[in-house]
């Protein structure tokens, strides 16, 4: 088995993304200074800077992840082998069936009073699209407005008739002039009426949390998982696509079914998105994978257990990895009397070269780490037999290092008893051993000090 946890968190693609979606919603629109952009994203503020500098922003952040968990929660409730979700096309999210098309527009105001302004610019491009359509001679298709609001629903009838939507979605007024967006489109009373049978408004949507768990569900329903499996792989592994999906330039590749999303989120590996640290926060998420998988403490089992780690040239510190090295060994390790089955963990450092994990070898030597490596006099071969003798309270060993990932795949496949991999990377993992009764479960981390933060 091998699963894969990831955690990039890259400011830069999530600038570039809402960069991307900022420039397509001009040249959509025809006016950078659109209002409905106006209200998606504030100009001049990067998602990064929202999150960092304005706390008072944080209903925004939560607006942009309530788009995407719903473009998630639309393509899982596709019924049809055919339908499909475009992301970011005509609305924020477009459902295609066998028989109609639905552009949804999502909004999320969770300590905002619903009020009619607040959801007219939506309502003023819709019948702008709606219009540029009927001109062009394509087919109408249906809009759908989903909004969360803290209170005032009330506020809104449904159904209401033309005169409503002229006077409270269509008409803006100033100091200066009335704007009537129906006559600026020139829009007949009678397409107006058409409209409304094409137009969908729901201010009761789910709260931020509710969906997130319908969600959840869904995932753990669709993949018989639990619920931590359903949100830390497959939930973030969903948003990772999501975003591969808004930022393709060519629309066409914006459209996933239900199938094809499915397939890409079940991948062999647990794959992080940057949008989930983000969403769930750094040491949240630590903790939630110290919880799931290190949680055992003092009741650590015994096994075969090797952690594989990725160091990072530029930031490699040698004290750094003796310190995660003596951290691993104290947590990893039973070497008492009382112990029926004493053991120790096996470690592999990737990326080292061999004088500086010589000298690294010296200095743990030196500081009295008991240690292997399957070398048991110079100028020896490598011995799996030797770095996988049993432990004991008075010979130890309190650590076995490998030197290289042969020697690591080589004395692993060897054994018949229990066996658990951690590889914690930041860009690529090693490939699998090949054995599937091998538990391989890897972690991308943005710095390999944060190791001691899960295990």
């Not at 069936?97 to 003023?124: D, F, G, L, R």
């Not at 809009?143 to 409503?164: A, E, N, R, T, W």
């Not at 959840?216 to 018989?224: P, R, W, Y």
Request: charged share 25%; glycine share 6%.
């Amino acid at each position: 088995m091998s699963l894969e946890i990831g955690s990039r968190c890259d400011h830069e693609v999530i600038n570039r993304r809402y960069a991307i979606m900022e420039k397509r919603e001009s040249t959509k629109n025809g006016d950078s200074d659109d209002e409905r952009m106006r209200t998606r994203c504030p100009r001049g503020r990067s998602p990064q800077g929202v999150m960092v500098a304005d706390r008072s922003a944080v209903s925004t952040i939560a607006g942009y992840f309530y788009q995407f968990d719903r473009s998630i929660l639309s393509i899982l409730g596709l019924a049809g082998a055919n339908d499909s979700v475009a992301i970011e096309c005509i609305e924020d999210i477009d459902v295609h069936t066998a028989t109609e098309t639905t552009a949804v527009q999502c909004k999320y105001y969770e300590k905002t009073e619903y009020n009619h302004s607040v959801i007219k610019p939506a309502i003023m491009f819709m019948l702008a699209h709606y219009k540029a359509g009927l001109t062009a001679g394509r087919p109408a298709i249906q809009y759908h407005l989903s909004g969360h609001f803290s209170c005032g629903q009330g506020k809104l009838v449904l159904p209401f008739d033309i005169d409503f939507l002229k006077t409270n979605f269509l008409t803006t007024v100033s100091k200066d002039n009335t704007v009537k967006k129906h006559e600026e489109l020139g829009v007949s009373d009678a397409e107006l009426e058409d409209f409304l049978k094409l137009v969908s408004i729901d201010v009761n949507a789910a709260k931020f949390e509710d969906q997130f768990k319908a969600i959840i569900e869904s995932l753990a329903k669709q993949f018989g998982c639990s619920p931590f499996a359903a949100e830390f792989f497959y939930y973030n592994s969903a948003l990772r696509v999501i975003k591969e999906l808004a930022i393709e330039p060519d629309e066409a590749l914006r459209v996933t079914t239900r199938a094809d999303f499915i397939r890409r989120i079940d991948t062999s590996s647990y794959l992080f998105a940057e949008w989930f640290i983000a969403k769930l926060g750094t040491a949240k998420y630590y903790r939630g994978l110290r919880n799931e998988f290190f949680a055992a403490g003092v009741n650590v089992s015994p096994a075969d257990r090797l952690f594989i780690i990725h160091p990072a040239g530029d930031t490699y510190s040698r004290n750094a990895i003796k310190t995660l090295l003596k951290t691993i060994s104290r947590k990893y390790s039973k070497l008492s009397k009382r112990d029926a089955k004493p053991f120790s963990p096996y470690v592999l450092l990737v990326g080292i070269d061999d004088s500086e994990l010589a000298g690294l070898k010296q200095e743990l030597h030196n500081e009295d780490v008991r240690f292997v490596d399957g070398y048991d006099f110079k100028g020896a071969q490598f011995d799996a037999g030797s770095i996988s003798r049993p432990a004991s309270a008075d010979a130890g060993p309190a650590l076995r290092l490998f030197c290289d990932l042969t020697e690591a795949r080589q004395t692993f496949l060897s054994f018949t008893r229990s066996r658990e991999i951690y590889e914690f990377y930041h860009s690529e993992p090693v490939e699998d051993f090949g054995d599937g009764a091998i538990s391989h479960t890897r972690f991308q981390i943005p710095k390999y000090e944060d190791i001691d933060k899960i295990i």
